[in-house]
């Protein structure tokens, strides 16, 4: 069963616009939730976590346990935003990672 | 000061071959995982292993052999390679228990 669901495979954002990456969970208990980036040809990197609710990057997540849903938002999009987002799942010890987002931010 | 590393970054054989990917972290962390990452950049687990021992083994063909000598390497071997086994295979690991994932730089096999 499918327990992360990123339904855009592709989104395309001029610069300056705002951004919205779009996860959604199933699971029955207190999910710890992340998103990962994966910058052209580089290792997958954290770049937040649900519970340190921070800003990273200028982009956050807000996880609404009503929605299931751990959307990621920044509201000016930069050319360096461009990249694979990969939202993830934590349960127990094991990661359970979405099909991905690729992010084109256009100049 | 690399705290995941994979060897080779890049791997081009022939079908039928046999292959080896070694993993290494100096993070101190005592889980370790591989994942696969295929051409339409789908993540999927393959294994984890948590102080040497095979806690998470998902469907996968047993041509795929993991082997944790001890809790900082975790390498993995491929017998009789196949076309559909080409993908970027990630290393990574963490402590049971804390949450971020540290990701190797992948290791891109190419079976032709």
């Known amino acids: 069963a499918q327990r992360v669901t990123q339904p855009e495979k592709l989104l395309s954002v001029f610069k300056g616009a705002p951004v919205e990456l779009k996860c959604n969970y199933s ?81 | 000061d690399t705290a995941v590393s994979q060897t080779p970054k890049y791997l081009v054989t022939q079908m039928g071959n046999d292959k080896s990917i070694k993993c290494e ?37 047993n041509r795929f052999s993991p082997k944790s000598p001890d809790k900082a390497h975790l390498n993995l071997h491929i017998n009789s390679l196949e076309l559909g086994d080409s993908a970027v295979y990630f290393c990574a690991s963490r402590n049971a228990g804390e949450g971020e994932l540290f990701f190797g730089e992948g290791s891109r096999l190419t079976v032709l």
């Open chain 1, 27 to 107: 699971y029955s208990g207190s999910p710890e939730l992340f998103w990962y980036v994966q910058y052209s040809r580089q290792r997958l990197q954290l770049l937040l976590r649900h519970i340190s609710r921070e800003s990273i990057k200028g982009f956050t997540a807000d996880l609404n346990k009503g929605e299931t849903s751990f959307h990621l938002k920044k509201p000016f999009a930069q050319e360096e935003d461009s990249a694979m987002y990969y939202c993830a799942l934590l349960t127990g010890n094991q990661f359970y990672f979405g099909t991905g987002t690729s992010l084109t931010v256009i100049p």
């Open chain 2, 25 to 61: 972290q100096n993070l101190g962390h005592d889980t370790m995982y591989w994942y696969k990452q295929d051409s339409k950049k789908f993540l999927k687990i393959m294994f984890s292993y948590n102080n040497k021992e095979l806690i998470i083994n998902e469907t996968v063909p």
